[in-house]
């Protein structure tokens, strides 16, 4: 079942108006229409955010109604706070489901390679995203690559992918995704230091030391008092 989600024409632009409808709960958006020109809409903040919080995120396919139309759609991009990262504005586009569309969809790493497991190495994640050209039907949430018979310094690449059917990436195949690095030479002496046991020194006994004459004053000093 698709997610429908209903939006208004906007009527009333500027930032005093968008800062408006972010407080009444609602969104400044504008659709861009197959062939036709782009139309400035407001939908709801709870709309957006129920199709965000699905796995495909912003590549959910959706339908959007205004002036009674139902069409299908896709967030285009998303506009943000860099302080706060709240969503100022969203551009939606039209998409047609008989046609082939171009994506990008995260690389998810399965399996514990054996350049980490057995040869101390780590994951490095190069690349995390591909693009990929389908219908909109077709689009996958992930694409899974193993690395479990990786050892260290193998890679994997984008022309090593099993793109599902239907599916075609279109990234450059000799794209690195995952590497297995080796700890470098620094890393492993810092290791080592924080391994070895240093016993502190103690100080040593400081002996004061006196001065010429002076045994003799205080043999004096004594023999006074005591007279």
């Not at 689009?139 to 599902?164: F, N």
């Not at 016993?199 to 043999?219: F, L, M, S």
Request: aromatic share 4%; net charge negative.
């Amino acid at each position: 079942m698709s997610l429908k989600i209903k939006a208004e024409k906007r009527e009333i632009f500027g930032k005093n108006a968008s800062r408006r409808l972010r407080r009444e709960g609602k969104m400044p958006a504008v659709f861009y229409e197959a062939g036709r020109s782009s139309v400035p809409l407001t939908l709801k903040k709870s709309d957006l955010f129920n199709i965000l919080k699905l796995e495909s995120g912003e590549r959910t396919i959706f339908q959007i109604s205004y002036d009674s139309e139902l069409k299908d759609a896709m967030i285009k991009e998303l506009q943000r706070n860099p302080v706060t990262d709240e969503i100022l504005h969203a551009d939606l586009i039209q998409i047609a489901m008989d046609k082939a569309i171009r994506v990008s969809i995260p690389v998810i790493t399965i399996g514990e390679a054996v350049g980490v497991k057995a040869e101390g190495g780590f994951v490095d994640l190069i690349t995390r995203e591909v693009e990929i050209e389908c219908l909109p039907k077709n689009i996958p949430e992930h694409i899974e690559v193993d690395i479990s018979q990786l050892h260290l310094r193998q890679s994997l690449k984008v022309g090593d992918l099993t793109a599902p059917e239907g599916v075609k990436v279109t990234t450059h195949p000799d794209t690195v995704l995952v590497l297995i690095e080796a700890p470098s030479k620094e890393e492993e002496v810092v290791v080592e230091a924080e391994e070895e046991v240093i016993a502190e020194p103690t100080e040593p006994e400081v002996i004061k030391k006196e001065k010429p004459g002076e045994e003799a004053e205080e043999e004096e000093k004594e023999k006074k008092e005591k007279e």
